[in-house]
């Protein structure tokens, strides 16, 4: 395994079991730097110079915080593109909605990081915010760069590390067998070292009943895989990221 900016990693682990959140489309709405280092296990400040991927971005400020720390982040996402005050409203709709479940179902909340609902919402509304403030600053500077997989807009190897949260095995996402490996070999594609793909399951937490499958595939196709436990922080505290590299010759 690269020692790229990754924190120490536990070894395989089997799927944890299921949260409950009920399935919705896609959402659009804040996640911070800090919940993408425990989803990923990221060594942040290891990042330093390095050039870092965020598929599927969404309203995430993971690519403004980085950029902040002098870490040459890009975000990915069909809806960049759009105005920002399409993109604010979307991010205040979502937010609400998954709220409004969260706080339906308080027992979810096992993680040291989101102890309470209030404390979500706040780290949730902070995150868009800096990310509607930073996509209409840097939008046009080639920050916010629009596309989604199977198919990204980069040239192999663009990436030092490629992070892909919250889409791959979500039912509302859209992909078959052969799409989620597809776009396992995207995300190598265009890395050099990793990629990352947190959760290993969809939105109502079932785990996805072809991993064992599709890493059997990807690596008959030359790519390693390691199932590692991450603390995730949200929800129902600790899950899966699954880590994906060109196996050695």
Same mark, same amino acid.
């Given at each position: 395994?690269?020692?790229?900016?990754?924190? +120490?990693?536990?070894?395989?682990?089997?799927?944890?079991?299921?949260?409950?959140?009920?399935?919705?489309?896609?959402?659009?709405?804040?996640?911070?730097?800090?919940?993408?280092?425990? &989803?990923?296990?990221?060594?942040?400040?290891?990042?330093? %110079?390095?050039?870092?991927?965020?598929? $599927?971005?969404?309203?995430?400020?993971?690519?403004?915080?980085? &950029? $902040?720390?002098?870490?040459?982040?890009?975000?990915?996402?069909?809806?960049? %593109?759009?105005?920002?005050?399409?993109? $604010?409203? #979307?991010?205040?709709?979502?937010?609400?909605?998954?709220?409004?479940?969260?706080?339906?179902? *308080?027992?979810?909340?096992?993680?040291?990081?989101?102890?309470? &609902?209030?404390?979500?919402?706040? =780290?949730?509304?902070?995150?868009?915010?800096?990310?509607?403030?930073?996509?209409?600053?840097?939008? +046009?500077?080639?920050?916010?760069?629009?596309?989604?997989?199977?198919?990204?807009?980069?040239?192999?190897?663009?990436?030092?590390?490629?992070?892909?949260?919250?889409?791959?095995?979500?039912?509302?996402? @859209?992909? =078959?067998?052969?799409?989620?490996?597809?776009? &396992?070999?995207?995300?190598?594609?265009?890395?050099?070292?990793?990629?990352?793909?947190?959760?290993?399951?969809?939105?109502? @937490? #079932? *785990?996805?009943?072809?991993? +064992? #499958?599709?890493?059997?595939?990807?690596?008959?196709?030359?790519?390693?895989?390691?199932?590692?436990?991450?603390?995730?922080?949200? *929800?129902?505290? +600790?899950?899966?990221?699954?880590?994906?590299?060109?196996?050695?010759?």
């Amino acid at each position: 395994m690269s020692n790229l900016a990754l924190a +120490a990693l536990p070894p395989d682990q089997t799927f944890d079991s299921p949260a409950e959140l009920e399935p919705t489309a896609i959402s659009f709405h804040g996640r911070s730097l800090a919940e993408y280092a425990q &989803c990923f296990a990221l060594d942040v400040a290891a990042l330093k %110079g390095r050039d870092v991927l965020d598929v $599927a971005a969404g309203a995430s400020s993971f690519t403004a915080e980085a &950029c $902040a720390r002098r870490i040459d982040a890009v975000a990915l996402d069909p809806l960049y %593109g759009e105005a920002p005050a399409a993109l $604010a409203t #979307r991010v205040a709709r979502d937010s609400a909605q998954l709220l409004a479940q969260l706080k339906s179902k *308080p027992r979810l909340f096992r993680s040291k990081a989101f102890p309470s &609902c209030a404390e979500t919402a706040a =780290d949730r509304c902070a995150a868009g915010q800096r990310f509607l403030s930073d996509y209409a600053t840097h939008s +046009a500077y080639g920050r916010y760069v629009g596309g989604s997989l199977p198919q990204l807009p980069f040239f192999d190897g663009t990436f030092d590390l490629v992070l892909c949260a919250h889409l791959l095995f979500l039912e509302t996402a @859209g992909f =078959d067998f052969e799409g989620h490996l597809a776009a &396992c070999r995207e995300l190598v594609r265009v890395s050099v070292g990793e990629a990352r793909v947190f959760p290993l399951g969809g939105a109502a @937490g #079932r *785990p996805y009943p072809g991993l +064992a #499958r599709l890493r059997r595939e990807l690596r008959a196709g030359g790519i390693g895989s390691q199932i590692v436990e991450v603390d995730s922080g949200f *929800p129902g505290g +600790a899950g899966s990221t699954l880590v994906l590299r060109r196996a050695e010759p």
